[in-house]
């Protein structure tokens, strides 16, 4: 296979393909890009910032692990590190450690499946709070279930907010929990919990 010129235990190999990501307990998904692997891990980067130690799902739309190339397979992983990155493609390079092959998959499709609760188009001002600091972001997209969030500020993937979103009716705020599923460049998708 070839000779471990590296400190590790598992030989990495070059490979580069196209990768979705996701989480099902956060309702991640994203995309990124494999660059390289080895029996137990994959090295990729993506625009995402996933926080460390949380298990996603992989999928690899041309499998180095497959007997034939082309082939799309699904395995379970934790992410091990991450590292932000300058000059390149995306925002964050990230290790993880593989644990099992997904034995029923769902396919390459999954990607543009349909939404749980529909989004509508908004363009509502909120407040948002996360980790004792205060700032304000526009709901671009609402559903019963979840909104995509516009902001300068970025919360990581998994952090909890707590949002003030002002109702039709005059004077009346919503007091919202949410669950941050996904960031990029424009801001952050956030999946709504019941306050308790």
């Not at 990155?85 to 092959?101: C, P, T």
């Not at 908004?122 to 205060?134: G, R, T």
Request: charged share 30%; with cysteine.
């Amino acid at each position: 296979m070839g000779f471990n010129t590296e400190d590790r235990k598992n030989a990495r190999f070059a490979h580069e393909s196209r990768i979705t990501l996701e989480n099902i307990d956060l309702g991640i998904r994203c995309e990124g890009r494999i660059y390289n692997f080895s029996e137990s891990g994959l090295y990729f980067e993506s625009d995402s910032k996933l926080e460390t130690e949380i298990e996603i799902f992989v999928g690899i739309e041309d499998s180095p692990f497959a007997y034939e190339p082309g082939t799309f397979e699904e395995y379970r992983a934790t992410v091990k590190w991450r590292k932000p990155l300058e000059d390149a493609s995306y925002f964050y390079g990230y290790g993880v450690e593989l644990i099992e092959k997904v034995v029923q998959t769902l396919g390459a499709d999954r990607i543009g499946e349909v939404r749980e609760h529909p989004r509508k188009q908004s363009a509502i001002p909120i407040k948002i709070e996360s980790d004792d600091e205060s700032f304000d972001g526009v709901a671009e997209n609402v559903s019963s279930g979840g909104a995509f969030i516009k902001s300068d500020m970025l919360s990581a993937t998994g952090q909890f907010v707590k949002m003030e979103i002002p109702l039709k009716k005059k004077g009346k705020i919503a007091g919202l929990v949410g669950k941050v599923t996904r960031t990029n460049l424009r801001g952050f998708g956030v999946k709504f919990f019941k306050s308790k």
